[in-house]
């Protein structure tokens, strides 16, 4: 089959091919939807330029939706042979339509076109993953509310330190998701800015109109200097993956305290059978294996950003092969990272919390600090109640059994703050604009 690129008597080894393709084909069935989106701008925009007739504009938008139908039903597939996703769709629409289907590739290079198509990929999946992340935060909001009196032993250095409280847990989870959609946020805007026009990297001498295929999907700029469109390849990449690997850490700390918590030592939670696994020779056990395996795949992602700053280092400006392979790095990863935070969200929701965790007397020490503010409010100078209330305990001397706790002010165990955190989170996703790019593309496919 020959190649967009490939001229009349040129031939390349077959070991060279399958290299140099390598597994572009299987990532690229998920570029599929978004390659025929920017084929139909770029159509629309060669008709508005008189690149390409009128009257040839609706076949070859016709036979580009159903394309787009026969993706949406599963049943597309790039042919053996075939090099790229670019190239399946532009021999179908040539097979349909003969020569009109060879118009389509006037004013394009495959490096604006792969890059308008993750563009477009990378801005769709990141409101999956955004939304994702929103549902495990009403979650989290709501759990906080209903345990807000559930006190918990707060730890530094993993030794007792001061009271918590569940509320305050699930709260801290749901603010920590708010600044990672910080980061997802601005991945948003540089994969919501249009490459399309940029070609090869230098631009094109055909009158191209590039606000338009702009405004056709929907996106907020284009990257207006046709090298630095070029440049944004690996960029727009490892912001999203720094992103990805943001909310990883959230995942992993998460699940690292649920292994903790749900331990017999600690105790203070529980899982149900159906989230836990057991030993083939101790009848007791009741393994959190799904909180460690969130933990572990997390933690697999933190390591992507690097990889691809690796991947990319030194390269100068212009379209290198090896952007072919941030593709391997992006893809899998997003589908973990949405996969991770739908099971956060199953387990957050079926773990039992317990209460009256603090009675024992070993939590007693917890309410030093406790007692230091008391005299201190009583005017006591600080250092001096600290030093009062530290000879009583190596006296053995201090009674922690009142448990008494006045925490008023903001984000603390008496004031949780949620409706100050769930108007950080409104604010964040508001900035998106997810409504007016969905609106775009849903104009561009009924058009």
Known sequence: MAKLWQKANQTTDA??????????????????????LGSLAHITM???VGLLKKEELLPLAKELKVILASIEAGEFEIESGMEDVHSQIEFLLTQKLGDMGKKIHAGRSRNDQVLVDLKLFM?????EIAEAVEQLFQLLIIKSEAHKNDLLPGYTHLQIAMPSSFGLWFGA?????VEDVELLEAAFRLANKNPLGSGAGYGSSFPLDRQLTTDLLGFEFPHVNVVNAQLSRGKTEF????A?????????????????YNSQNFGFIELPDSLTTGSSIMPHKKNPDVAELLRGK???????????????SNLPSGYHREFQLTKELLMPAIDEIKDGLEITRYL????????????PEKYDLLFSVEEVNRLVVQGVPFREAYQQVGQMIENNQFDGSQRNIHHTHLGSIGNLGLDQIQAQKNQVFQRFGFDKVNQAIAKLIAG
């Open 244 to 260: 990805i690997s943001q909310i990883a850490t959230t995942l992993s700390k998460l699940a690292m305290d649920v292994c903790l």
């Open 298 to 312: 997390a933690n697999k992602l933190k390591a992507l950003p690097n990889q691809l700053q690796l991947l990319t």
């Open 348 to 359: 957050v929701e079926n773990m039992k919390v317990k209460s009256d965790l603090l009675s």
């Open 123 to 127: 801005r769709a999946e990141i409101q």
């Open 173 to 177: 989870y749901a603010e920590s998701l």
């Open 239 to 242: 912001y999203l993956l720094t």
């Open 46 to 48: 060669l008709a508005e």
């Open 15 to 36: 070991k060279i091919e399958k290299f140099t393709i390598g597994n572009d084909p299987i990532y690229d069935l998920q570029l599929a939807h978004y390659d025929v």
